[in-house]
């Protein structure tokens, strides 16, 4: 787990795909705004993300027209359809964003012969094996086959990673849920619950960190209040609780033994981090 003191959360959360969105895009942006990408804004406050080359294109649209807060795609050709397409619903935790766009970070920086290498075209399957191991190594099953469709579940049921075989409309799969991968999770009904899709070309390192993120067994820091009922009452909730007292430092030490000189004032008492009182930078404000 970070370091309590750094926590934007009171309480943590498990299994994290109960974890729900933290509202905020700035920690999904930054990954590729170091790389010199475009930032643009809009009247309504959606972000508008380009790259360098403006072969690849980032929506965060909290206006948007649909649920589909984040868009990302990429291209072949800067004027043609795009070659492959990826998206998070509002909410979505935002932490599996960061670690698609941290990859993705890392695939632009290696070039477009890593960010628009596609999946094995003779045996799809057999590459896309390696998205869904983090999910098995972290406990997930192999539901019963569908027609077309693989799916795997964690053992509590509330979260689904699908893989679609055979061949799907590009269109609908940039435009609908109908995409080669959709992974979801959270309470069948209301709010909470979330999909992220990816598109037949995504890259599969790209698919994996978000596999990765979304099977990590280590909870997610939340501010218990800010959750919908429905994901407090589905997860498992475990207050962060404050740092235990350092070890006294030889200043501490110091003014320990003048406090008891005679003729000596008690030492001013050091501050200490508490339940009651804390620092403006223990839990920085939302």
């Excluded at 795009?82 to 766009?101: I, K, R």
């Excluded at 596609?118 to 019963?144: C, M, S, T, Y």
Aim: aromatic share 10%; glycine share 6%.
């Amino acid at each position: 787990m970070p370091d309590t003191e750094e926590i934007d959360g009171d309480v943590y959360v498990s299994p994290r795909y109960l974890a729900g969105s933290t509202a905020v895009g700035d920690p999904a942006l930054e990954p590729l705004l170091a790389l010199g990408f475009d930032l643009r804004r809009d009247d309504l406050g959606n972000a508008y993300v380009t790259a360098p080359d403006h072969r690849v294109r980032l929506g965060f649209l909290p206006e948007g027209e649909d649920d589909g807060l984040w868009r990302i795609n990429a291209y072949r050709d800067r004027f043609g359809p795009p070659a492959w397409g990826v998206s998070f619903n509002d909410t979505a935790p935002t932490e599996f964003v960061t670690a698609f766009t941290t990859a993705f970070a890392q695939a632009y920086t290696a070039g477009p012969d890593t960010y628009l290498a596609e999946p094995d075209r003779k045996d799809p399957e057999l590459g896309a094996f390696d998205a869904v191991v983090p999910l098995i190594k972290n406990g997930w099953k192999l539901q019963q086959p569908r027609w077309n469709v693989l799916e795997l579940q964690p053992p509590d049921g509330v979260a689904t990673c699908e893989y679609t075989t055979g061949r799907l409309d590009p269109e609908k799969e940039l435009t609908t849920l109908q995409a080669r991968w959709h992974l979801q999770g959270g309470p069948k009904s209301g709010y909470a619950h979330w999909y992220a899709t990816a598109t037949t070309h995504t890259p599969i390192p790209l698919v994996k960190a978000i596999t990765q993120s979304v099977s990590d067994p280590a909870p997610l820091p939340r501010w218990k209040d800010a959750m919908s009922s429905g994901l407090r009452k589905a997860a498992q909730l475990t207050p962060v609780t404050p740092p235990a007292d350092p070890a006294p430092t030889p200043l501490d030490v110091r003014r320990a033994v003048a406090s008891r000189r005679p003729g000596m004032l008690p030492a001013a008492s050091v501050p200490r981090w508490s339940t009651t009182t804390r620092s403006a930078t223990s839990f920085p404000r939302r």
